[in-house]
């Protein structure tokens, strides 16, 4: 977990745990679930099984399932299988959603 008054730069990597992000990281985060929460923020790449956004991202995502709540800020191009949207979320960007298989 990355509190909310963590600031981390540069890359994370876990092959098998979650990353809560309450504070800020500028860099790649690789997971199997990533979280984002509202105030956090995250500035590079995020790779996961299953993604949700409550905080703001400034860059990209690829993941299996991404979930974007209503306090989300996205500035990214998305690549999901399947993407969940609150109303209210904000997302600019190139988006790719190929459905589940």
């Given at each position: 977990?990355?509190?909310d008054d963590l600031t981390i730069d540069g890359n994370i990597k876990t092959s098998?745990?979650?990353?809560?992000?309450?504070g800020k990281v500028a860099g790649d985060i690789t997971a199997v679930?990533?979280?984002?929460q509202p105030g956090g923020s995250v500035e590079?790449?995020?790779?996961a099984?299953?993604?949700?956004i409550a905080g703001q991202l400034k860059g990209s995502l690829k993941?299996?399932?991404v979930t974007l709540a209503s306090t989300s800020s996205v500035?990214?191009?998305?690549e999901a299988e399947a993407m969940t949207t609150e109303s209210g979320a904000e997302v600019v960007g190139k988006l790719k959603v190929t459905g589940k298989r």
């Open positions: 977990m990355i509190e098998d745990g979650s990353v809560d992000v309450r679930a990533i979280a984002i590079g790449r995020l790779s099984s299953t993604i949700t993941c299996d399932d500035q990214a191009d998305v």
